[in-house]
Structures are given as structure tokens and as C-alpha cells.
């Protein structure tokens, strides 16, 4: 699960504000060995794409359903949502879209969840990848808890040995191996990188910009790139963030920093108290928001989409979970008419993308083809 402000509740990751933890239970930049690269390296090799329109990918963070509001249960593995996704896959064929399923266990080993993909695949309407949940997830050797539901805070033997039992599973059941990650509540660690490019993958997409979630033991990725950028040696790891930004008259402001300076304050426990995020978003000075439709709504997406344009983004990834296609699974979809919003919020961006500016469809294996062709790198921030 990763899938802002989205919402409340231990699951709903996308929304931990920066709580801090203690340093030795977080990822440091630049503590890692020359052979195992940091994904939370800020001075990482960021991309050099060729000018062009607006690229537009599709993530699914395809998992079971469970109550977003419990511990988690190794016991809750339903995936009869997968027989909803077609709700969105229709909005998706016409453009040309192909989306990336990130597959947790439970759907990569459910016969009736592995037929739903297996004939996207076959159909050429789609890709599968790999999006690890360790409390469903073998083998079954830690405790479940919130700390232990990041698979980077797991011992790396143990994390190594559940990420190379999914990658098998999807292997085996739809007879591709994923070369696509996205690691649940994205939690990466301090482990993954090494983990992922001894197993073959090519790009990671677990980052979340401008985001902390230590608060409830996850990483923090406020000193990540906000774009495309190579984990360690260029050529290798692709590491391709969320879709997440500012926008507002401060996004762009030396002032803000792009907006992490002024929004970190808001953050901080003056800002809460004088709920400074929200007076920031109202004023039209500063508004977080993530490209999902979880949560978020049009208005505030083409207000996103126009700040990164002229921020100079041109890769962006619309995400969301599989669950929330059927109501009363996820929080963000509880009725039908909820659900019938989710799918016009969907419609609404792919004509923003599509009929209005232009934009060309594409995957995260072809994001990382067109990296590789391209002739140079950007500078560093």
C-alpha cells in the first residue's frame, strides 16, 4: 500500500507529517558503501530528458483489501478487487496507456487475480511489477507491526528473502520477471538498492518528494530529487518519484525553496497550532498535493500539473490503489457515488493530459529507455 492530503489513519501514509525519528532507525544519505548506493542521496544524477511534451504513466498499487484503520493481519489477503479494475483499464486503453500493476503476494498468487492480469498482459494493455507488503508477504519471520510494515526496516537477510519470494511468485504466475519496484508504504531502507539491482530490477518507484514518515518509523525523503535521477551509477537504478509538488505563488519562490522551506515550517508545531498548511493553500501561497485521485481533487491537480510544468517537469505518474475501485475498501471510496467520483477525477485528468496538453503515454521501462538514449545529465541541485 502507498497511495495528497489524502487522509488520516495509520495506513494512509501519504499523509505522516515530519515527525522525527532517531537517526539510527533512518536511511542517512552518503552512509552507504561506494557498491550499495543510497536511493536518499541528494546529490543523485538527475535525469536529462529531451525537450518535449508532458509524459504521463499510470502506477497501481495492486494489494489486497484490508481495513486501513487496524493493525495490519497476515490473515487479511482478499483480492477480489482485482475483478473491478477494468473500471479504470477502459478509461486508460484509448489514450494508449499501459498501466504498471505493482503486484503484492496476494494477488501474484490468487488464480482468480492472476487471470485478471495475465489477459491485460497478453493483450499488450498493461505491465506488472513488484510492490512488496511483508505482514502478507513470506517468509513470516518478524512480528506485524507499523515499524515492521516498511520492508527497509526489516533485517536485509529478511528483506531480502520476502522481496525474492514475490519476485519469483509474479515470475511464475505470469511468466515475466517485474523489473519494476515499488516498495509498500514505500518503504525502502537502507538495504534496497543493493537488493533490487542483485535481482534485476531497473527502476524504483517508492519515493514520495518533500515527504517524511517518521513519524510512524518510515523514511524520509525530504532530501530526495523531486524527478527522475539514477541510484548510484548512472545507467543502473532508475529511481522515478511519485508525482507529488507545490504550487501557489511561493512553489517557485527562492523564499520557499521550491516550496520545502515554507511548507517544512508550516509543518512544525507553530505551524500546526496556527494551521498554517491550511491558511498557505486557502490564500493560494502554497498548496502540497499529489497526483492521485485519492483524495485530491481536480481543481487541485491542474493547479499541480501547470506549477511543475513551468517548474520544467515533464514526467508524471498518476497512482493509486487497486482497492479503491470497489467501494468501502479503501477510505477514499465508501459509496458509489464516491466511486463515481474517482473514475470522472480519473477522465478529467487523462483529457487534461491528453486533450489539452498534448501529452505522450508512457511506462517507467520506457522513462528509463529514454534516460538511457538521452546524451547527458542534469546538474545536481
Not at 501519504?14 to 541528494?42: K, Y
Not at 459509496?335 to 477525477?345: P, T, V
Not at 480519473?346 to 496538453?357: A, D, G, H, N, Y
Amino acid at each position: 500500500m502507498s497511495g495528497g492530503r489524502l487522509l488520516s489513519g495509520r495506513r494512509a501514509c501519504l499523509v505522516l507529517e515530519v515527525n522525527r525519528i532517531s537517526p539510527q532507525r533512518r536511511p542517512q544519505p552518503g552512509t552507504q558503501a561506494a557498491h550499495n548506493p543510497s536511493i536518499f542521496d541528494p546529490a543523485a544524477t538527475r535525469v536529462a530528458l529531451p525537450g518535449g511534451p508532458p509524459m504521463l504513466q499510470i502506477v497501481v498499487d495492486t494489494e489486497e483489501e484490508f481495513d486501513w484503520q487496524r493493525p495490519f493481519d497476515r490473515n487479511s489477503v482478499a483480492v477480489t478487487a482485482m475483478q473491478s479494475q477494468y473500471l479504470a483499464q477502459q478509461l486508460f486503453t484509448p489514450y494508449g496507456l499501459k498501466p504498471t500493476y505493482v503486484v503484492d503476494y496476494p494477488v501474484a498468487t490468487t488464480p482468480e487475480s492472476v487471470a485478471v492480469f495475465a489477459a491485460l498482459l497478453a493483450a499488450d494493455q498493461c505491465q506488472i511489477g513488484a510492490h512488496l507488503h511483508p505482514w502478507v508477504n513470506p517468509p513470516h519471520e518478524e512480528a506485524v507491526s507499523s515499524h515492521n510494515s516498511y520492508p527497509g526496516n526489516l533485517p536485509a537477510a529478511l528483506e531480502r528473502a520476502k522481496l525474492t519470494a514475490l519476485t519469483e511468485a509474479i515470475t511464475a504466475s505470469f511468466g515475466v520477471r517485474p523489473l519494476v519496484y515499488k516498495a509498500g508504504r514505500y518503504g525502502v531502507g537502507p538495504s534496497t538498492t543493493a537488493l533490487l539491482e542483485e535481482l534485476g530490477y531497473l527502476v524504483d518507484l517508492s519515493v514520495v518528494p518533500f515527504s517524511d514518515f517518521g513519524g510512524d518509523g518510515g523514511p524520509d525523503f525530504t532530501a530526495c530529487p523531486d524527478r527522475p535521477y539514477w541510484v548510484g551509477e548512472p545507467g543502473k537504478l532508475l529511481e522515478i518519484p511519485l508525482t507529488r509538488g507545490f504550487s501557489g505563488r511561493l512553489a517557485g519562490s527562492g523564499l520557499a525553496g521550491s516550496g520545502r522551506g515554507i511548507y517544512r515550517l508550516a509543518g512544525s508545531a507553530w505551524g500546526a497550532r496556527t494551521r498554517a498548511k491550511g491558511i498557505l493553500a486557502r490564500l493560494g501561497l502554497l498548496e502540497r498535493a499529489t497526483l492521485t485521485p485519492e483524495g485530491v481533487d481536480f481543481a487541485a491537480h491542474a493547479r499541480l500539473v501547470d506549477a511543475m510544468l513551468r517548474q520544467g517537469h515533464r514526467v508524471f505518474t498518476l497512482s493509486y490503489h487497486s482497492p479503491s475501485l470497489v467501494p468501502g475498501f479503501t477510505p477514499y471510496v465508501r459509496s458509489r457515488r464516491d466511486l463515481d467520483a474517482f473514475l470522472d477525477c480519473i477522465k478529467r485528468v487523462l483529457e487534461l493530459f491528453f486533450e489539452r496538453l498534448g501529452a505522450v503515454a508512457t511506462t517507467a521501462l520506457d522513462i528509463r529507455r529514454y534516460a538511457l538514449e538521452s546524451a547527458s545529465v542534469a546538474t545536481p541541485r
